[in-house]
C-alpha cells in the first residue's frame, strides 16, 4: 500500500459520502459521550433505542444523577452490561458536575479519566463532538486497516498511530467514519462483499469475494 492508493481510497469514500457521520443518535457532547459509553459491546441501533427513551427525561448530567443508578438501569436494561454502564455512567456525571462545570472536557487526559471512558471512547468525543483528527480504532477499523493495508498493526494502538500517519491530511477528520461504516456495511467480517467494493482495486486482501 503506497501513498497514492491511499490518496485515491479516501477520495473515493469522500465522494461516495462527503459528510460520514456516526449512527449514534445525539444532540450534545453530553449525549454523544453517553451513547458511547453504552456502545461498548451494544449495536448503534440498541443504543438509540434505549437513548430514545432516556435522554428526553435525562439528557444532563444533574438530570442522570437524579435519577440514580436503579432508575437509569431502567432505561438502559436492553443494554449489553447494563449494571457496569450504569454505575460508571453516574459516577462519571458526579464527576461532570464537580470538576467540569457540567461539561464534556474536550481534553483526552480529563476524558480518559472518567468511568467507563478508555481511549477508544475518548477518540470518538475528540473526533465527532470536537472536530480533533484522532482515530477510534474498533473491531471495524481494526479489520479494515489491516485487510486492506492501509495500516496494518499487530494490536489497536498500532493500527491507531499507521493510521493517523498515512490517511492524507485533508481526509483525516472523518476518516473514522468513513472507515468504520465500511467495515459495517461493506468489508465486514465475514464474507466481505467485495464485487461491491469502490476500492477494491486498491486493496490488499487476497481473497477477494465475487
Known amino acids: 500500500m503506497n501513498k497514492a492508493k491511499r490518496e485515491e481510497i479516501f477520495r473515493r469514500l469522500h465522494g461516495a459520502n462527503p459528510n460520514p457521520t456516526t449512527e449514534l443518535a445525539y444532540a450534545s457532547a453530553f449525549e ?5 459509553i453504552l456502545s461498548a459491546q451494544a449495536t448503534d441501533k440498541g443504543v438509540n433505542k434505549a437513548t430514545a427513551r432516556l435522554f428526553p427525561v435525562a439528557n444532563t448530567p444533574e438530570a442522570i444523577v437524579a435519577l440514580g443508578e436503579e432508575g437509569l438501569k431502567d432505561y438502559i436494561k436492553t443494554i449489553g452490561l447494563f449494571n457496569s454502564k450504569a454505575k460508571n455512567i453516574i459516577a462519571t456525571c458526579r464527576m461532570l458536575v464537580e470538576k467540569h462545570h457540567s461539561q464534556v472536557p474536550d481534553d483526552r487526559a480529563a476524558l480518559e479519566a472518567l468511568p467507563g471512558v ?3 471512547t475518548a477518540n470518538v468525543i475528540l473526533n465527532t463532538a470536537f ?3 484522532t482515530m477510534a480504532v474498533d473491531t471495524h477499523i481494526f479489520r479494515v486497516a489491516n485487510r486492506t493495508g492501509i495500516a496494518p498493526g499487530k494490536n489497536v494502538l498500532e493500527v491507531e498511530k499507521g493510521l493517523l500517519k498515512h490517511i492524507p491530511k485533508a481526509y483525516l477528520l ?3 467514519h468513513w472507515l468504520i461504516l465500511h467495515g459495517r456495511y461493506t468489508c465486514v467480517a465475514r464474507n466481505p462483499k467485495c464485487g461491491q467494493c469502490i476500492i477494491a482495486d486498491l486493496c ?3 481473497e477477494k469475494t465475487a
Open 174 to 176: 472523518d476518516a473514522h
Open 131 to 133: 472536530r480533533q483528527p
Open 32 to 36: 454523544l459521550l453517553i451513547a458511547v
Open 118 to 120: 478508555g481511549r477508544k
Open 204 to 206: 490488499d486482501f487476497k
